[in-house]
């Protein structure tokens, strides 16, 4: 997800605090073939997507109900010839948008559709600074060279351009280089992302797993970065998960601040929530977004921090990290309730040190392409 930033929002009279920020995946299509890819397993067809006009009601609820940003991702969103019009439909409704792309199906022509019809802001993602390992982990021939012609086209579009660098053991190595492209390329933001370990990239830890060293390197490569773009270029960068003694407050809370709509409809309290097997969302098919934000069981679930077991309970850091990752702690312990596990005071803490040691020192570097 991106992270820009929305102004702090007054709590409603239903006693939940509005969100946000909202995630449109508009589909599962995409051309890209990344390991690390953050849809699920199994993954929405194209005849189950939300139509047009269902998705222009929705922007209209998100609206209502005091959302300000939308981002529009996938899969690839502008694999949809209706994108101008959802666009519009956001814009109309006084969201600000931004699109999410890999930018390979891109055009100069369509990027100045997209914001000719009201698009505020583009977020592109690159795989590496070497051309040949980004078309390898994406599976794309040629996408690279396509990307960098795609960030000359947002810049003569006069659109703000965010870089997002998705980091694992493939490419860490060449953190330095991806800084200095993303700056070359013009982007107004830097978003360093290494993989999140659940869906595609869990089946993939093996191959994707950083060393030890490794992430020792980049920290101190972002952070000499950080001072030697400052005021050219923001660089967002946080620690891999696996690698880390605090946990991060996900998504600023479990149902805090932000949702995310999958191309068939469901509303999820963030983006891998269907990687927690056994819990059931509500669609826009059957319910509001309204009902769902306040009401939805789901939603409830984890919210605050009543939820929370021990050690977490009685923790003096429960209400900075809201107890982590949810999908993090189901997809090691196969609890969703549980601590999560990067937090060195949880029970499964080794458990998580053990397997990235493991995964790194693994040996495989080869890994299977999302199909």
């Not at 280089?177 to 390329?185: F, K, Q, V, Y």
Request: charged share 20%.
């Amino acid at each position: 997800m991106t992270s820009l930033e929305a102004p702090t929002k007054q709590t409603t009279s239903a006693g939940q605090r509005p969100p946000v920020a909202m995630l449109a995946e508009l589909t599962h299509r995409c051309p890209l073939q990344c390991p690390y890819c953050s849809n699920p397993t199994t993954l929405s067809r194209r005849s189950d997507e939300l139509s047009t006009e269902e998705w222009v009601d929705i922007f209209r609820q998100a609206a209502a109900l005091g959302v300000l940003q939308v981002h529009l991702s996938g899969g690839e969103p502008t694999a949809r010839t209706d994108l101008p019009e959802l666009i519009a439909a956001a814009r109309e409704n006084g969201l600000y948008t931004n699109l999410i792309t890999a930018g390979v199906l891109l055009t100069p022509e369509k990027i100045q559709t997209y914001k000719e019809s009201g698009l505020d802001h583009l977020q592109l993602s690159i795989q590496d600074s070497e051309a040949a390992n980004a078309d390898n982990i994406a599976n794309y021939k040629n996408g690279h060279a396509k990307k960098l012609a795609v960030a000359a086209w947002v810049r003569e579009a006069g659109l703000p351009l965010t870089v997002n660098a998705v980091m694992h053991r493939q490419n860490l190595d060449h953190l330095e280089a991806i800084i200095d492209l993303a700056a070359g390329l013009g982007a107004h933001r830097l978003e360093i992302a290494h993989v999140q370990y659940y869906g595609w990239a869990l089946q993939n830890r093996g191959a994707l797993m950083p060393t030890a060293d490794q992430v020792a390197r980049a920290n101190k490569v972002a952070a000499a970065a950080s001072e030697t773009y400052r005021g050219r270029m923001v660089i967002d960068y946080v620690v891999p998960d696996y690698y880390a003694r605090r946990p991060k407050r996900c998504m600023d809370g479990w149902g805090s601040q932000f949702f995310a709509i999958t191309p068939r409809g469901l509303v999820l309290p963030c983006h891998a929530a269907e990687t927690i097997t056994g819990m059931t969302f509500s669609s826009l098919r059957d319910h509001t977004l309204d009902w769902i934000w306040r009401q939805d069981p789901a939603f409830q679930r984890f919210r605050g921090t009543d939820w929370m077991p021990e050690p977490c309970q009685s923790c003096e850091f429960r209400d900075r990290d809201l107890g982590g990752c949810r999908c993090q702690a189901f997809a090691i312990t196969g609890d969703a309730a549980a601590t999560d596990p990067v937090c060195e005071k949880a029970p499964h803490h080794e458990v998580l040190v053990a397997m990235a040691e493991d995964d790194a020192g693994s040996g495989a570097p080869s890994y299977q392409h999302r199909r």
